[in-house]
């Protein structure tokens, strides 16, 4: 057995656990540190706090007398509550003992309220986490400003580019340009050629220079675990052929690749830049697109076929920053996105419309996670969010064990007065640990089994 040879795919696995074990760790963290504050607000004191499973590997108690422990297994977290006979938060230890005063301070001596809000601030506390970050990139990225300025030109090779950084452009193919919020529609309307004139304001003068098609095949970004991203294409690189017939803008790689059915595709890519000994250069790459299942803003799917990477104007425009309310409104519709995107999905693989392969375990989500941190700490973190809103979703379904059935509960209690009995609580946490275990395998049989 070749072991030298080995190290480069060990080391790629080091790396996707890696990171793996930070996403997860983070938005645990963050879950379960909702519910311990507010646990700790509403008069419920917690006696453990624990990033991980298993061995405790670091311990330290606080001077409320919590312990706060990682442990050896990352594979999530908890927070037991005194009164607590277990983490699950279910099973009570013997209180009889206490007086009422330090009986309101366990889990299930405390009045409902305090315990309905100590569990749903755990998936609440994963939403906000996703908001703030989300508004954090807007904040970071800014917003493309009014009127339509130059930032930064992008290299394209073989095709004239006069428009230059500060340049205001007034107009394209003779066409006035519009305000950002209708530049896609106004560039679906232009001539579909190679070269165009901008009518451009620099320096107080309006110049007529030539410049690309505004949307050429330029690569804005590659998603992971997609074909791009297993044939090695990155940010920056430029499509220039496929199979062998030349390419200008980025709707006729859309076009062949929606059209392909699946079929090997020969791309021809050059890159501008790069530290692999591929600068400047051009070279083949054949991939095979893959059939997805896209979330659509106003509900439902759109089945097509895709590569896995996104396109964009050739030049940035100049941006301003957005405002943090407006950040934060961008943070909630993100959140809302998904969370809608996600209710959805799972409503129509239930029904058949799509592929159940759009269910990824925990093999698919590590994946995910070392090829996001694989694009930079930007990709990473807002990985983390979106994976932090769908951690949060699923804590909310009722299924007994899970943040949602303890809710039910409550609820339960709410409406007649006294908690389910003993035994009914048993019977249900295992149906749900069933569940939850039925779902682990199935999703984790779509890890290793689907295309």
């Not at 580019?161 to 106004?186: H, K, N, S, W, Y």
């Not at 030349?246 to 059915?261: C, K, M, P, T």
Request: aromatic share 8%.
């Amino acid at each position: 057995m070749d072991l030298i040879g080995l190290i480069p795919s060990f080391g790629s696995v080091l790396y996707t656990v890696a990171a793996f074990v930070v996403a997860l760790s983070v938005i645990v963290a963050i879950h379960e540190y909702g519910h311990y504050i507010v646990g700790r607000w509403s008069g419920i004191h917690a006696e453990v706090f624990s990033i991980g499973f298993g061995p405790v590997l670091f311990s330290r108690r606080d001077k409320r007398g919590t312990l706060w422990q990682v442990a050896a297994l990352p594979l999530g977290g908890y927070v037991k509550f005194l009164g607590d006979a277990d983490a699950s938060s279910v099973g009570r230890s013997d209180t009889a003992a206490l007086d009422a005063a330090a009986a309101r301070r366990t889990m299930h001596g405390a009045p409902l309220w305090a315990r309905a809000a100590t569990v749903a601030a755990g998936p609440i506390f994963n939403f906000i986490l996703s908001i703030l970050v989300f508004a954090a990139v807007l904040l970071w990225r800014g917003v493309a400003s009014d009127p339509l300025t130059v930032d930064s030109v992008a290299p394209l090779p073989g095709i004239s580019q006069e428009v230059q950084q500060g340049d205001e452009v007034v107009a394209i193919a003779g066409r006035e340009t519009p305000d950002l919020a209708g530049i896609d529609a106004f560039i679906q309307e232009l001539p579909m050629e190679p070269e165009l004139d901008y009518d451009v304001l620099r320096d107080g003068d309006t110049l007529t220079v030539l410049g690309p098609y505004p949307y050429p095949p330029l690569v804005g970004s590659v998603t992971p675990q997609s074909a791009a991203m297993a044939a090695g294409l990155r940010s920056g690189d430029v499509i220039t052929a496929i199979n062998g017939s030349e390419i200008f803008a980025f709707d006729q790689l859309r076009d062949i690749v929606g059209e392909s059915d699946g079929a090997p595709l020969d791309l021809t890519v050059w890159r501008p830049s790069g530290d692999d000994n591929l600068e400047g250069a051009t070279r083949e790459v054949t991939l095979a697109p893959k059939r997805m299942d896209l979330p659509l803003s106003e509900g439902g799917f759109e089945t097509r076929w895709l590569i896995g990477i996104t396109g964009g104007l050739y030049f940035t425009p100049q941006t301003t920053s957005p405002g943090p309310f407006t950040a934060l409104g961008y943070g909630v519709d993100q959140t809302l996105f998904i969370i809608r995107s996600s209710l959805s999905g799972l409503y129509n693989m239930a029904v058949g419309a799509i592929s159940s392969c759009n269910l990824s375990g925990p093999i698919g989500i590590a994946q995910t996670s070392g090829a996001a941190a694989s694009q930079g700490l930007a990709s990473f973190v807002w990985f983390v969010a979106v994976l932090s809103t769908a951690v949060g979703l699923l804590n909310l379904f009722p299924i007994p064990v899970l943040d949602g059935g303890h809710l039910v509960f409550h609820g339960y209690e709410a409406i007649t007065g006294k908690p389910p009995g003993e035994r009914a609580l048993n019977v249900l946490m295992a149906v749900g640990l069933a569940l939850l275990g039925t779902l682990m395998v199935f999703a984790i049989g779509n890890d290793l089994f689907c295309p």
